[in-house]
């Protein structure tokens, strides 16, 4: 008899136990070394640093830390934001944070777990909003980062492509603010909150709440369920530790 011929008059249950056993291999790397695993990040202060001496920002040491419990080794990857959405939603088994998991990204990733709310606000120095709809009589160009879930938010709420201006994200819009070439910024309120004080002495005016949709910590659209399943319980064994309240502290005390 053939192997094909005996593998093929196995039970369906041994078969099942094979195909299990042979996945598991091929996640175990020669060696015995931790998997790899790319994790994709923007410099987007203080959620996420590329370069500071404290770590890599909230979100950043989360997942790195997450990663860590979990057995896997982290390469850090940075590419400008849009490009690296779609990159990782495009290939297998990548990650990726801080992702806002808002209907358009909903159907182009794998959400492992959330790390941390976050709330949206339109800054001004000089006509507070307490709406969409007073922003969008009130603002003729609004700042937001380039790919960012803000630049989905106001196109999804009705605003302009002339109202919405996009920017790199970083420091651009809160610099464009000063110099007057953007009427308005829509983004994070603590991500604005940790810039604004490094730009200007100027007072910020912050509008009411417009937005909040959760940080993640994502995966590309094929992920394996493993990696899915070892960083969602790594993540939430650090919120119960308070690891995650920590790491947040040292941010943003």
Known sequence: MTPSKRVSNLPIKALS???????????????????????HIPDAPPLTFVDDPRGHGIAGDVAVAAMAKAG???????????????HVSEEHDYLITPLSRIPVREDRFTWIASIMPMERAFFSLDRRVNSFAQARETYRKIGVGLGSAQEDILRA???SDEQIYPLAIGDNPAQLLLMGRIDAWFNGVPESRYIWPKVSKRKLLMSSVGSSADLYLACSKQ???????????AVELLRKEGEIKRIHDIYLP
Do not use: T
């Open 72 to 86: 896997y080794a982290v390469k850090i990857h940075v590419l400008p934001w849009a490009r690296a959405q779609k």
């Open 223 to 233: 992920c394996s369920p493993k990696i899915v399943e070892d960083l969602r319980s």
């Open 157 to 159: 709420e009705g605003f």
């Open 17 to 39: 136990g094979l195909c299990l056993l042979i996945s598991l291999l091929v996640m175990i790397p020669v060696g015995g070394e931790p998997l790899e695993l790319e994790l």
